[in-house]
C-alpha cells in the first residue's frame, strides 16, 4: 500500500529509487551479458582452463603417491629423518609387486626421475624382479639393486609420496633436496634454467631496445608524411604480418648463413677474408636479428597512433621558445609519446619472452630462450610438470614487470592504438 | 595611434620576398613590407592570401625563396628560429599538454639558462599580467579555451621579446571571449611597447586591434593603411568588398575632372563618384558605398547630391540598426543601414523612398 504510494508520488527516493533504476536499466544488461556470454565462454574453455590446468599440474604429480600406495603411507606414519626401516622395504616390496600387476611401474619411475635421473630402470626391472623378493626385505631389496638403499633416493620417494609438490618449482630455479631434505642448489654443470631466464629477459630487453631504436624514426615518419606516402610505407610495415611466419624466418636463414646472401656480398666485395665469414645464425646474433624484424611491427603501430596525433605546432611553438631541435624533441617531442613506447615496448618485450619459433629455427645453440625448454619439456622429455613451473615463473616475472610498469609509468597511460 | 615612418623606423623589413612551394605558384609574390617598432600590424586575408606564410617565415619555419627579411636591421634569413628571439602564439595555443601551466611558461626561460629564482619571478608576473596567477599547477587540459589562450599568450611574452607574432590567436574562441580577447592584447601591447604582426581573416577583429593593416590576396599586398583609411578609402574592390559591407553599381565614366567622376548606371541614372583607379572617359567600373553612408531623408543629404530611386524589398531588425534591402538601379540587392534612434522612421516593404549619398562614399575603383 504504501509502495503504490510511493510508485504515484512524482518523486521518489532512497530503496524505491535504487529498484525503479535497475527495473529500467534491467534489460539492457541482460540483453548485454548475452551478447558477451560466447565469449566468455569460448575463453573460460579455451584458454583459462587450460591454463589453470597447467598450472595446477606444476605443483601436482601424482604418478608416485597414487600407484605406491603401501610406501606412500610409511612415509606418512614416519617423520623426515628416518632411516628406511624393514616394514618400509617391505612396504617398498609391496608396492613394486601391486606396479608390476598394474603395469604401473613405468609412471612411478618416471616420477622419480625426474629428480634423480636414470632410475626409471631402477623401477621397472625392480618390479620385474619384485616376485621373487624373500623376507627380510631391508636386505633382499638392496641385493636386488644397491642403489634401492641411497638415501637421496628415499628422500625423493618421500617428497613423491604426496602428489602436491614444489619440486618443480624447485628444479626450474635449479634448486633440488639434499639427502637430508634441506634445499640446495644443484652442481655446477646442471643448472640450465635460472641462467636461461636471465638471458631470456635480456634478450628480450635487448630486441625491445632495438625495435624501439628501429621503429621510432619509421612510426615518426608514417605519423608526419603526406597521406598518399604513409600509407605506402604502412603496408612496407604491414608487409611482415601478411607474410607467414616460417617464411620469414626461413629467408633469414637465407641471408645470414655462412653461405648465404650477406656473408658472399661481404666476401666477394673484398670486406671479409673467404675464411673469416660472420657467423650470424644459428646463435644469439641470429635470434636477436630475426626477432626484430618480426617484433618490429608491434613497436611501431602503437608509436605510430600516439605520434599522429601531435601536431606539428607543439615542436613549432618550442623551436620559437628558444630550443634547439634537439631541446624541443626530447623536451617536448619525446615525452608526448611516453605512452606509445611504454605499450610498444611492453607489447614487444612481453612477445619476445614468450617466442618460441623464432629462436627454435635460428637460434642454433646460444640462441635458445626459455621457451624452447618448456617445448622441450612438453614435447621431448614428457615432463609437462616441469614444463607448467617454468611458464609459471616466466608468467610471474612478467606480471612483475608489468607491476613495476604500472608503477614506474602508469599503466593508464598506455596507448595500444 | 602610432605615427609611423616605414621607410626609416624598419623593424621588420621584407625586401622583395618571394616564396613558393612547389616550384611554380608563387603563394608571396615580391612582398615589400615595412613594420615600425611597438607597431600592431594585422596581416589580413582569405585563407591561401599568403599571410600565414609571411608569419612562418618572419617565424623562421619557412624559408623565403627570394629576397631578404630583415629583423632590427639583421637579415634573418639563415638564423634558426630558435634564436631569433621572437614570440609566437598559435591558432591551436600549442600549450605543452605534459607540462603544468607554469612549466610551460619555465620552458623559455630554462632554455635560456635562466636561474630558478628569476624563472618564478618572471612565471608570476607573466601569469598576473593575464590575470592566471592562480593556474600554474594546472595542467593546459583542465582550462578553457579562453584561458589555455592567456596562457599561451604568457608564454609568448614572458622571455620579453621585442616581436610577438600571433596566427589566428582567437579563432578557437566564442564571440564574446574573442572580444574581450582582443581588448586584452590591445591592452597588453599597449602596456608593453611590443611589436606585433597579428594574423587574422576576421576583419572586425583587424579593424579594432590594429595600427595598421596589410590586406592581402593572391600573395600580395592589396592595401596597407590605418583601419579608417582602408574601411573609408579602399583602394580597389578587393579591399572594398573584403572588409566592411558594400554595395557595387556598374557603370561607365561619363565624365572626370579633378578626381571627381560622374558615371552613368546600367540603368540610366547618373550619379557622382570618387575616381580611384578610373582614368578615362568611357571606362567601365564598378562603384562602391558603404550601407551605413547611404542616407534616405533629404534633409541629411548634401546639397547636389544625386538621388535615386529605391523600392524598399525587406526591413531586417538587427537591434542597434535596422537593415533594409532595397531596388535600385537594376538591382535587388542594394543594402542600407540606419540607426534605431527614437523617432526614426519604420520603412515598409513596398515603399518607394528617395537615396542619396556623398560623391566622397562613392568611389569609383577598378576598371572592368
Not at chain 1, 641411497?150 to 602436491?164: C, E, F, G, I, K
Not at chain 2, 627579411?69 to 639563415?78: A, E, R, V
Not at chain 2, 611589436?195 to 596597407?224: C, K
Not at chain 2, 534633409?299 to 544625386?306: F, L, N, R, V
Request: aromatic residues 8%.
Amino acid at each position: 500500500m504504501t509502495e503504490q504510494a510511493a510508485d504515484r508520488s512524482p518523486e521518489i527516493g532512497g530503496r524505491a529509487l535504487k529498484r525503479a533504476m535497475a527495473k529500467a536499466q534491467g534489460r539492457a544488461k541482460r540483453r548485454a551479458v548475452l551478447l558477451v556470454a560466447p565469449l566468455l565462454l569460448f575463453i573460460l574453455i579455451t584458454f583459462v582452463a587450460p591454463i589453470g590446468q597447467m598450472l595446477f599440474r606444476s605443483v601436482h604429480n601424482d604418478g608416485f603417491s597414487a600407484n605406491m600406495p603401501a610406501l606412500a603411507a610409511w612415509f606418512a606414519e614416519n617423520p623426515e629423518g628416518t632411516m628406511p626401516d624393514e616394514a618400509a622395504y617391505a612396504a617398498l616390496a609391496t608396492d613394486l609387486k601391486m606396479a608390476r600387476e598394474n603395469k604401473t611401474a613405468g609412471t612411478v619411475g618416471t616420477r622419480i626421475n625426474y629428480e634423480i635421473g636414470g632410475t626409471r630402470s631402477l623401477f621397472t626391472s625392480g618390479a620385474r624382479k619384485a616376485e621373487d623378493l624373500k623376507p627380510p626385505f631391508a636386505r633382499s631389496v638392496p641385493e636386488m639393486d644397491e642403489d634401492w638403499a641411497d638415501p637421496q633416493l628415499w628422500q625423493v620417494m618421500r617428497t613423491a609420496s604426496s602428489a602436491y609438490t614444489a619440486s618443480f618449482y624447485l628444479a626450474a630455479l635449479d634448486l633440488t633436496r639434499d639427502a637430508d631434505g634441506h634445499i640446495v642448489g644443484v652442481e655446477e654443470g646442471r643448472a640450465v634454467y635460472v641462467g636461461l631466464f636471465f638471458k631470456t629477459l635480456w634478450m628480450s630487453g635487448l630486441i625491445t631496445v632495438l625495435c624501439l631504436i628501429l621503429g621510432y624514426p619509421v612510426a615518426h615518419l608514417l605519423a608526419t608524411l603526406p597521406l598518399a606516402k604513409s600509407n605506402l610505407l604502412m603496408i612496407l610495415v604491414l608487409l611482415p604480418f601478411w607474410t607467414s611466419l616460417l617464411v620469414r624466418t626461413t629467408s633469414w636463414m637465407v641471408l645470414l648463413q655462412e653461405q648465404g646472401v650477406i656473408n658472399n656480398t661481404l666476401v666477394a666485395t673484398g670486406v671479409l677474408q673467404d675464411d673469416n665469414r660472420l657467423a650470424m645464425i644459428y646463435n644469439q646474433t641470429g635470434t636477436i636479428i630475426a626477432m626484430v624484424h618480426i617484433l618490429l611491427p608491434f613497436m611501431i603501430l602503437p608509436l605510430y597512433s600516439v605520434m599522429r596525433p601531435i601536431k606539428p605546432h607543439y615542436v613549432r611553438a618550442a623551436r620559437s621558445l628558444g630550443a634547439t631541435s634537439w631541446t624541443a624533441f626530447r623536451r617536448v617531442y619525446l615525452p608526448q609519446t611516453v605512452p606509445g613506447i611504454g605499450a610498444g615496448a611492453l607489447l614487444v618485450f612481453i612477445l619476445a619472452v614468450g617466442y618460441y619459433i623464432t629462436p627454435a629455427l635460428v637460434g642454433g645453440a646460444s640462441g635458445q630462450l626459455i621457451s624452447n625448454l618448456i617445448a622441450y619439456h612438453m614435447q621431448d622429455s614428457l615432463n609437462w610438470s616441469m614444463a607448467a613451473a617454468l611458464a609459471a615463473i616466466l608468467l610471474a616475472a612478467v606480471l612483475v614487470l608489468y607491476w613495476l610498469y604500472d608503477r614506474l609509468v602508469g599503466i593508464d597511460n598506455l596507448k595500444l592504438g | 595611434m602610432l605615427s609611423v615612418n616605414p621607410r626609416t623606423d624598419g623593424f621588420v623589413v621584407f625586401d622583395h620576398v618571394q616564396k613558393t612551394y612547389n616550384g611554380e605558384d608563387l603563394v608571396v609574390k615580391d612582398l615589400d613590407l615595412s613594420i615600425a617598432k611597438g607597431e600592431f600590424l594585422t596581416m589580413l586575408g582569405p585563407s591561401g592570401s599568403g599571410k600565414t606564410t609571411c608569419l612562418m617565415m618572419l617565424a623562421g619555419f619557412e624559408t623565403a625563396t627570394k629576397g631578404e627579411i630583415f629583423l632590427d636591421g639583421q637579415p634573418i634569413n639563415s638564423v634558426p628560429p630558435h634564436k631569433r628571439g621572437i614570440g609566437m602564439v598559435f591558432q591551436n595555443y600549442a600549450l605543452f599538454p605534459h607540462m603544468s601551466v607554469g612549466e610551460n611558461l619555465s620552458f623559455p626561460l630554462e632554455v635560456r639558462g635562466m636561474s630558478k629564482d628569476a624563472r618564478e619571478a618572471k612565471i608570476m608576473r607573466a601569469l598576473d599580467m593575464v590575470q592566471m596567477g592562480k593556474f600554474a599547477n594546472r595542467r593546459p587540459a583542465q582550462l578553457s579555451g579562453g584561458q589555455q589562450q592567456r596562457i599561451a599568450l604568457a608564454r609568448a611574452l614572458v622571455f620579453d621579446p621585442a616581436l610577438v607574432l600571433m596566427d589566428e590567436p582567437l579563432g578557437a574562441l566564442d564571440k564574446q571571449l574573442r572580444e574581450h580577447m582582443q581588448f586584452e592584447i590591445k591592452r597588453l601591447h599597449d602596456e608593453l611597447g611590443i611589436t606585433v604582426v597579428y594574423v587574422t581573416h576576421d576583419q572586425g577583429e583587424a579593424l579594432t586591434m590594429s595600427d595598421r593593416i596589410a590586406v592581402f590576396n593572391d600573395g600580395r599586398i592589396q592595401q596597407i593603411a590605418p583601419p579608417a583609411t582602408l574601411y573609408e578609402t579602399p583602394e580597389n574592390l578587393f579591399v572594398a568588398s573584403f572588409i566592411g559591407e558594400n554595395n557595387r553599381l556598374e557603370g561607365k565614366v561619363e565624365e572626370i575632372t579633378d578626381g571627381r567622376a560622374l558615371i552613368r548606371l546600367t540603368s540610366g541614372e547618373v550619379i557622382a563618384a570618387t575616381a580611384v583607379n578610373v582614368h578615362r572617359k568611357g571606362q567601365r567600373t564598378v562603384v562602391s558605398i558603404r550601407p551605413e553612408r547611404i542616407e534616405f531623408k533629404p534633409e541629411m543629404m548634401s546639397d547636389g547630391a544625386h538621388t535615386l530611386d529605391a523600392t524598399v524589398l525587406e526591413v531586417v531588425y538587427m537591434g542597434d540598426i535596422l537593415r533594409a534591402r532595397l531596388r535600385v538601379a537594376g538591382t535587388d540587392e542594394f543594402i542600407m543601414k540606419y540607426r534605431n534612434t527614437i523617432g526614426q522612421t519604420r520603412l515598409e516593404p513596398g515603399q518607394t523612398v528617395r537615396i542619396g549619398w556623398h560623391p566622397a562614399d562613392a568611389r569609383a575603383l577598378d576598371p572592368i
